[in-house]
T-cell receptor, first 112, second 115 residues
Framework: GEDVEQSLFLSVREGDSSVINCTYTDSSSTYLYWYKQEPGAGLQLLTYIFSNMDMKQDQRLTVLLNKKDKHLSLRIADTQTGDSAIYFCAEIPDTGRRALTFGSGTRLQVQP | ETGVTQSPTHLIKTRGQQVTLRCSSQSGHNTVSWYQQALGQGPQFIFQYYREEENGRGNFPPRFSGLQFPNYSSELNVNALELDDSALYLC??????????????FGPGTRLLVL
C-alpha cells in the first residue's frame, strides 16, 4: 500500500539544526520529495532525492535516504525563524500513476 | 519563467452548487495534477492531465471532473458541492519525462468554503 508517515510537530531554537523524519512503505518509489508550506500558501519544492542516492546536500538542507528501512530525513542547518512552516515528505510510487503521495506534514516551530 | 498560477484565490459556495477552478501551468510544462488539501492534512491526489487526456485518478467521485486545454492550462470542476469539499485545492505542473522533469511544482491554491 501507499502510506507516508511523519511526526506532527518539532520545536527548535534559532541557530540549532532541525531534523524532520519520514517513513514510507512503497519500496518501488523512485523519487522522494520534501515540500514546505507556509500558512495560507501553496507548496514550495525544497529538494528531492532519487532512490539510488543515499544523501543529497543543497546549501542548508541535507536529505538522507535509508532505502532498507524506508526512512527519509531532512536536516536544516542553522535553522531560522523564517523556516517555521509545515514540511511534507512525498513519494511517487511506481504504480504507473505519476501522483504524489504525501505525509500528514511536520509543523516546525523555530523559537528565537 | 512563469510559475504555476491559480484562480480564484478564495471562493465561497453553498451545498449543491457547482464550482470551476482554474490553473495555468509553468512555462514549458505539459502535465497538470490536482490535489485536495483538507485542513490539517496532507494533499490528496484528485487526478492528472497529460496532453489533454486524464492520466490517472485518485479516490474521488465522478462529480470531480477536469479538463486540460491545448495551452496546457487546466480546470477542475466539482458538481453538487458537499460541506466536506471545503479545502485548499492545489494545482501542480510538471513535464512527464526524466527524473528532474517529473518534479511537480505547485501553485498557491484556491481555498474553497462550502456552506
Amino acid at each position: 500500500g501507499e502510506d507516508v508517515e511523519q511526526s506532527l510537530f518539532l520545536s527548535v531554537r534559532e541557530g540549532d539544526s532541525s531534523v524532520i523524519n519520514c517513513t514510507y512503505t512503497d519500496s518501488s518509489s523512485t523519487y522522494l520529495y520534501w515540500y514546505k508550506q507556509e500558512p495560507g500558501a501553496g507548496l514550495q519544492l525544497l529538494t528531492y532525492i532519487f532512490s539510488n542516492m543515499d544523501m543529497k546536500q543543497d546549501q542548508r538542507l541535507t536529505v538522507l535516504l535509508n532505502k532498507k528501512d524506508k526512512h527519509l530525513s531532512l536536516r536544516i542547518a542553522d535553522t531560522q525563524t523564517g523556516d517555521s512552516a509545515i514540511y511534507f515528505c512525498a513519494e511517487i510510487p511506481d504504480t504507473g500513476r505519476r501522483a504524489l503521495t504525501f505525509g500528514s506534514g511536520t509543523r516546525l516551530q523555530v523559537q528565537p | 519563467e512563469t510559475g504555476v498560477t491559480q484562480s480564484p484565490t478564495h471562493l465561497i459556495k453553498t451545498r449543491g452548487q457547482q464550482v470551476t477552478l482554474r490553473c495555468s501551468s509553468q512555462s514549458g510544462h505539459n502535465t497538470v495534477s490536482w490535489y485536495q488539501q483538507a485542513l490539517g492534512q496532507g494533499p490528496q491526489f484528485i487526478f492528472q492531465y497529460y496532453r489533454e487526456e486524464e492520466n490517472g485518478r485518485g479516490n474521488f467521485p465522478p462529480r470531480f471532473s477536469g479538463l486540460q486545454f491545448p495551452n496546457y492550462s487546466s480546470e477542475l470542476n466539482v458538481n453538487a458541492l458537499e460541506l466536506d469539499d471545503s479545502a485548499l485545492y492545489l494545482c501542480a505542473s510538471s513535464l512527464v519525462a526524466g527524473a528532474d522533469q517529473e518534479t511537480q511544482y505547485f501553485g498557491p491554491g484556491t481555498r474553497l468554503l462550502v456552506l
